[in-house]
T-cell receptor, first 112, second 113 residues
Framework: DVKVTQSSRYLVKRTGEKVFLECVQD?????MFWYRQDPGLGLRLIYF???????EKGDIPEGYSVSREKKERFSLILESASTNQTSMYLC???????????FGSGTRLTVV | GENVEQHPSTLSVQEGDSAVIKCTYS??????FPWYKQELGKGPQLIID?????GEKKDQRIAVTLNKTAKHFSLHITETQPEDSAVYFC????????????FGTGTRLKVLA
């Protein structure tokens, strides 16, 4: 089975810190995605990547950036963390010939 | 903009009863509709999906129906069991062709033993 691994389950960071959330998939998928999940709002797309070094903004990219230097790794960066970025962050990958996503277990980030 | 509405937000059923979750989408070009189940402490997992050229799809106790005219699709779970308790998300593909999905806001299903 495809495995999508997010490096941290829980993170607590201070306002203004630069935060890196890491995601690794082990099935050579080209497409990778970062979502944030908030109660009552569902999953909202932050950024996605078609392939190495390629990235596109999703629906809520403000305050975030991403990096994809290697095919298996897709990093989400909070340039200067703010309390309104406290959320559950979910990484997903997708095989181009299939439709469904495989999600990681999520990182719950708290910014204090 | 593109939108997916999901109802209800919470649903409690007795074990053995059926559960139905409904979603409405706005983009008439959407052609793929997955359903995800998220258990506590885990990421969402794909449980069933349907393409726009099919009206219904069934997998054991789970079924999904699609009404393209009304832009509605629904998840049906029969003979519910305690392990069905989770948050369920519907989603619809977008017109951009990038396999981005618009997700609903989720339904918390509780199956009461």
């Amino acid at each position: 089975d495809v495995k999508v691994t997010q490096s941290s389950r829980y993170l607590v960071k201070r306002t203004g810190e630069k935060v890196f959330l890491e995601c690794v998939q082990d099935m050579d998928h080209e497409n990778m995605f970062w979502y944030r999940q908030d109660p009552g709002l569902g999953l909202r797309l932050i950024y996605f990547s078609y392939d190495v070094k390629m990235k596109e903004k999703g629906d809520i990219p403000e305050g975030y950036s991403v990096s994809r230097e290697k095919k298996e790794r897709f990093s989400l960066i909070l340039e200067s963390a703010s309390t309104n970025q406290t959320s559950m962050y979910l990484c997903a990958s997708r095989e181009p010939t299939r439709y469904g996503y495989t999600f990681g277990s999520g990182t719950r980030l708290t910014v204090v | 903009g593109e939108n997916v509405e999901q109802h209800p937000s919470t649903l409690s059923v007795q074990e053995g009863d059926s559960a139905v979750i409904k979603c409405t989408y706005s983009d008439s070009a959407s052609n793929y509709f997955p359903w995800y189940k998220q258990e506590l402490g885990k990421g969402p997992q794909l449980i069933i999906d349907i393409r726009s050229n099919v009206g219904e799809k069934k997998d054991q106790r789970i079924a999904v129906t699609l009404n393209k005219t009304a832009k509605h699709f629904s998840l049906h779970i029969t003979e519910t069991q305690p392990e069905d308790s989770a948050v369920y998300f519907c989603a619809a593909s977008t017109t951009s062709g990038t396999y981005k999905y618009i997700f609903g806001t989720g339904t918390r299903l509780k199956v009461l033993a």
